[in-house]
Structure formats: structure tokens, C-alpha cells
């Protein structure tokens, strides 16, 4: 499988595969990579696939995208990486071996779930980040074995994706993960989660100011190329596109839970920041999977809903940017959104780097005017919003209804799926994709219920565990000296 770029240059080597693109992050021309056709499932395989384990789903699936990594040695990566022991925390009557269990809410009056949960945060960090991520720190492993090269993860947190990409990443050989978050401003649980950690490829820099501050950071050692270069600088952030391949796997997963067979349909609803997750739900329905619906789901801030209602994508300034309860989808502008448009707008490279000048001049778009919007209804989305108040009821209504707790990502994505319920056809089950466990966002819930969040076992008391955390000014000049002095 070729990789090509939303605008049209890949760059070195002319066409690449997939290990040449795995370690960077956007194309040469800014763009970001895709695979030159979105491979088809056929019929015999949907079958095939449907009694096959995680781990030899993901493989199935995998192996379509990635063709330069002998079969073997890709199948040994997907053992290791989709294990009950490494996704140990699904709810209690789920099967681990399922790795992303399906939790029914509502079954129809045949016994028949209608409408559930899909577990996808039973990883190490308690996010659906892990699916993805631990995936790439045996990718990144290999590769770099094979290459005989090492690479050093710089990257900026406040929170889920840092966490995920410390715990994917200890231990591996030839990477090191210099993460930077804003001292003080995590809850106890994340700081635990993230500065407990002995490893010692791992380091963690308590940056003495706010987000903004420990990404300007990053920014500008990544702009110093000499610096970039000499140091093997690289990043894992979300338009990675391992990420993304590694999320297709679910949605086949989730479908295969929840139909008998092949001939049914069902919807998906997604929390949604930075598009990454929802593009592997749309991928997947390119790919033949019986798609009635993708819902996407914002909280306030809501650049996406605005599009997909609207057919104008208009990126929001970081003024204007919510901080809220549900914070990993507080972003301006969707990184991954990129990959959506390509498609929408007949994968014309052209029209793509256009739209993209605009929007990186801090304007936006408009697809109505030209046409293209008037294609939007073969993509098969539905999209809303919600409010802290929707989350706050909504966890209220889930806990006592049906007597299971959700965080607030979850909870935006339940609201709008109740929503945007007329949009499914009668008999199609969906699923709310839980993008996370109450216990990272004990405030909302003690807000919300009252009370404390449920704490998986292995998690008790990790606040009290010795922290390996370096506190430093927000000044590029010490975090290079950092780097230096540790590689
Ligand atoms: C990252 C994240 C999201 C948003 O996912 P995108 O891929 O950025 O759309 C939603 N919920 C949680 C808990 C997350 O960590």
C-alpha cells in the first residue's frame, strides 16, 4: 500500500509505504498522509472476520494498510499489543478477551441490544488513546530496531494523549518521551498517573505556566531544525496515521458485537476533538462496513457540529476556545478534519492545499457555495452538541437509569446519540463510544452524582506512589539542555 498527501506532494521516497510515514507527522506540502484507496472488505472476509479475536481482527485489518512489514512479524505485534492483561479494565460482567466489550444500556423486546456503550478505555491510562497508542509503541520498536535508529518524543500534555504516549512507549528501545504539562494545573490522578513512572526512557517536565506555554515550547524546539536533526526529534500526535489505522479496528469490532450478521447495520456516536477518531469510524464505512450512521458528538466547543450542520468549517481562535468538562475535546480547530475533506471533496489535492491557506490564514471555509456540501449526505454523519449542564444531567440520567457511571467525554456522546436518535433507521443498534473512565474527572462526577467515581483496583492509592517529575521555567533554551543532557 502507497501512502499519498491530502495535497499532493508525499514527499521522500516519491511513493512511500507505510513504515517511511509512521515516524513522522505531516507531509512534506503540510499535508497529512492517507492511503492512495481506501481498501475493500468483501463479503467472504465481513464473515470471515466476524469469530476472529482482537488481536486477529486488528491483524486482518492492519494488513491491508501495512504491506511493507513481513506478515509474521506484523502478526506478533498485534499479539503483544491486544492482550486482556493490557486492556484489564472493562466493567464488571464484561469479558476481558473482548478488549472493547460492548455494554448494553437498552436491549429491544427480544433480548436484543439496542443501544450501549463501547468500551474502548480499559488501557493502562483509562482512555480510548491506548487503543491506538500502545499499538504504536510496538510499531515504533520495531522499526526503529529494523532501521537501527532511535528517536526522542518530545510532546506537550495536559493530560489523556501524554499519559498514553508515556505508557505505550516504556520501556522500548531506541525511543525516549520527553513530555512537558503545566505544573500544577493536572488533577492529583493525572499527575499520579503520568509522573509515577520509573522508567528510565521516560521524563517528565513540570513546566512552571499553562498549556499554551509547554506547546509554544515544543513549537519552537521542533522549529529549530538543526537542533530537530541533530537529536532525532519526532512527536506522536493525533494525525499520525498508525493512529488512525489502529482505530479502524474497533468499529469492525463494535459492529461484530453488536449484529448477528452481515446483512444488519448500525451507528456509531463519537465524542469528537480533533477528528482522529470519528475519521477511522468514516474509513471503516469506506471500506464496506455496514455504516447506518456516524454521530458526531462536541461539547461548546463546537467548530464540527457547526460544519457538518452548516457546510462552513470556520477554526475558532484560542480566545475563543472553552475550557470545559470535558476537556480533551476543547480544541479550535480539528487536526485530523483534513482527511474528511479530501474525501468529501472528490480527493482533489488542489482544492484541499486552497482551503488549507485559507483556514491557516485564520479564515474558514464554506462548501456550500461551490457544491461540494451538496455531496455530504453519502458520508452517512449526523452531528450535536452539549452543554456542561447536558453532561451533568446526562450522567445523572445514565446512573440512575441504568446504574452505570460514565465520564463526561462519554456523556457528550450519549446526549447527542439520545438526540440524534431519529436520524438512525428503526432496528439499527448504536453505540456510544466511551471514550474514557469517570475516574479521571472525579470533579464533574461528584458534581453530577454527588459522590466518588468508581477507581479500578490497580489504581488504588497511586497518588502516593514516588513521583519522577522535573519542574523548570517555561524557557526553550533549558528544555534543549535538558534533552542534550539525557540522550
Ligand atoms: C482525545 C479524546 C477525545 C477526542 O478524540 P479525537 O480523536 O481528538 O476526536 C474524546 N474523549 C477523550 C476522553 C479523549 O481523550
Not at 498517573?193 to 513549537?219: E, H, P
Not at 456509531?268 to 471500506?287: D, E, K, L, T, W
Not at 517555561?474 to 534533552?483: G, H, M, Q, T, Y
Amino acid at each position: 500500500m502507497k501512502y499519498i498527501s491530502t495535497r499532493g506532494h508525499a514527499g521522500q521516497p516519491a511513493n512511500p509505504e507505510f513504515c517511511d510515514i509512521l515516524l513522522g507527522g505531516l507531509a512534506p506540502d503540510g499535508g497529512l498522509y492517507l492511503p492512495e484507496t481506501y481498501p475493500q472488505v468483501t463479503r467472504a472476509e465481513l464473515d470471515a472476520w466476524r469469530k476472529l479475536s482482537y488481536a486477529d481482527l486488528a491483524f486482518a485489518i492492519l494488513s491491508k494498510f501495512i504491506t511493507d512489514i513481513p506478515a509474521a512479524d506484523l502478526k506478533a505485534i498485534c499479539d503483544k499489543t491486544y492482550t486482556a492483561d493490557v486492556y484489564r479494565h472493562v466493567r464488571a460482567g464484561d469479558n476481558p478477551a473482548d478488549i472493547t466489550p460492548v455494554h448494553w444500556l437498552e436491549k429491544d423486546a427480544a433480548g436484543k441490544g439496542s443501544f450501549g456503550l463501547l468500551e474502548l478505555s480499559n488501557g493502562p491510562t483509562l482512555a480510548f488513546k491506548d487503543m491506538a497508542m500502545q499499538l504504536l509503541g510496538n510499531l515504533f520498536e520495531y522499526v526503529l530496531a529494523k532501521r537501527s535508529e532511535t528517536i526522542n518524543i518530545l510532546g506537550a500534555t495536559s493530560g489523556d494523549t501524554g499519559s498514553a504516549a508515556e505508557y505505550a512507549m516504556r520501556g522500548k528501545h531506541g525511543v525516549r518521551v520527553f513530555m512537558l504539562s503545566p505544573h500544577g494545573k493536572m488533577s492529583a490522578f493525572q499527575r499520579a498517573q503520568m509522573y509515577s513512572l520509573q522508567d528510565g526512557n521516560i521524563f517528565n517536565i513540570a513546566v512552571t505556566g499553562m498549556f499554551d506555554d509547554a506547546q509554544d515550547i515544543v513549537k519552537a524546539v521542533s522549529n529549530d531544525h538543526a537542533f530537530k536533526a541533530k537529536y532525532k526529534i519526532g512527536a506522536v500526535n493525533s494525525i499520525n496515521w498508525a493512529r488512525v489505522a489502529a482505530q479502524i479496528v474497533y468499529y469492525f469490532k463494535g459492529y461484530f458485537a453488536a449484529t448477528e450478521s452481515n446483512d444488519q447495520q448500525v451507528a456509531f456516536c463519537v465524542p469528537s476533538g480533533n477528528f482522529g477518531n470519528i475519521c477511522a469510524g468514516h474509513i471503516a464505512r469506506q471500506m464496506g462496513l455496514p455504516v447506518a450512521k456516524l454521530i458526531l458528538a462536541t461539547n461548546e466547543n463546537d467548530v464540527l457540529d457547526e460544519f457538518f450542520r452548516t457546510g462552513v468549517y470556520r477554526p475558532r481562535k484560542a480566545a475563543e476556545t472553552h475550557v470545559t468538562s470535558s476537556p480533551s475535546m476543547d480544541i479550535s480547530k480539528a487536526s485530523n478534519f483534513e482527511r474528511f475533506v479530501f474525501d468529501l471533496v472528490g480527493r482533489d489535492p488542489q482544492k484541499v492545499a486552497a482551503l488549507w491557506k485559507q483556514v491557516d490564514g485564520g479564515a474558514a471555509f464554506d462548501l456550500t457555495a461551490s457544491g461540494e456540501f451538496s455531496r455530504i449526505g453519502g458520508f452517512g454523519f449526523a452531528s450535536g452538541s452539549s452543554s456542561h449542564a447536558d453532561r451533568l444531567a446526562t450522567i445523572r440520567k445514565v446512573f440512575d437509569k441504568y446504574g452505570v457511571m460514565i465520564d463526561t467525554h462519554t456523556a457528550d456522546g450519549v446526549k447527542v446519540a439520545w438526540e440524534k436518535a431519529d436520524t438512525v433507521p428503526a432496528g439499527v443498534p448504536v453505540l456510544v463510544l466511551e471514550t474514557a473512565l469517570p475516574v479521571k474527572f472525579a470533579e464533574t462526577i461528584q458534581e453530577a452524582l454527588g459522590r466518588e467515581p468508581e477507581r479500578p483496583a490497580d489504581l488504588e492509592g497511586i497518588e502516593a506512589l514516588p513521583q519522577r517529575v522535573e519542574v523548570m521555567a517555561p524557557d526553550v533554551e533549558a528544555v534543549k539542555r535538558f534533552i542534550t543532557t539525557r540522550v
